[in-house]
């Protein structure tokens, strides 16, 4: 894993909490959706972590059994550690985590409540069913964030990568294959760097 060392003031961990307070409310998706703009903010406008950090976090976190908003305590711990110590990686993961989940959860909460207690007002139905296309725009972002960079250099064109995400779509989208079988093809591609 690359490291890399940055140097970090108590404002910086401010700045990082407030803009995961921030992502927090555009988390419509889940955090995930807001990964093409941790990648501005983290790696392109701060440098607080390298691009290959920054996939590495979002990939383990997906293969892991677990809730998939942990790629950004991955994220936050990366941050930390190239801060310079652990205690300032632990510090990364509560900043992070805490950010993102504090606002969605409160907001979540009232909202479902007024939501279940007004679900048949046309306006919350409408809300609903107009709320899937910007989800759906916000997770192929994320997906064309981290296939355009697909390990050998952003812009770099890379066919068989492209050829491999086509295709996982559109066995996903016309089988049930489960997506376990197709994250272990991929996976066996890559170590044997096909892609």
């Known amino acids: 894993m690359s490291t890399h060392q940055i140097v970090l003031g108590w404002q910086d961990w401010l700045d990082l909490f407030g803009h995961y307070l921030m992502l927090s409310l555009m988390s419509l998706g889940g955090a995930i959706s807001t990964s093409s703009e941790m990648h501005r903010y983290l790696v392109e406008q701060q440098g607080w972590l390298t691009q290959a950090q920054f996939n590495e976090a979002i990939a383990l976190a997906q293969a892991a059994p677990g809730p998939n908003v942990l790629f950004v305590a991955l994220m936050g711990w990366h941050v930390g550690l190239n801060a310079g110590s652990t ?31 007004n679900r048949e007002l046309r306006a919350v139905r409408a809300f609903k069913q107009g709320m899937g296309p910007l989800v759906i725009g916000m997770l192929l972002s994320t997906a064309w964030l981290l296939a355009a960079s697909g390990g050998s250099g952003a812009g770099v064109a890379n066919w068989p990568l492209w050829l491999l995400a086509a295709g ?28």
């Open 87 to 117: 205690a300032a990686a632990i510090l990364g993961v509560a900043t992070t985590m805490i950010g993102i989940m504090l606002p969605s959860t409160i907001f979540t909460y009232q909202v479902a409540q007024w939501g279940h207690r």
């Open 168 to 195: 996982t779509c559109m066995v996903v989208w016309r089988t049930r294959i489960h997506l376990l079988w197709l994250l272990g093809a991929g996976a066996v591609l890559g170590a044997f760097r096909l892609v």
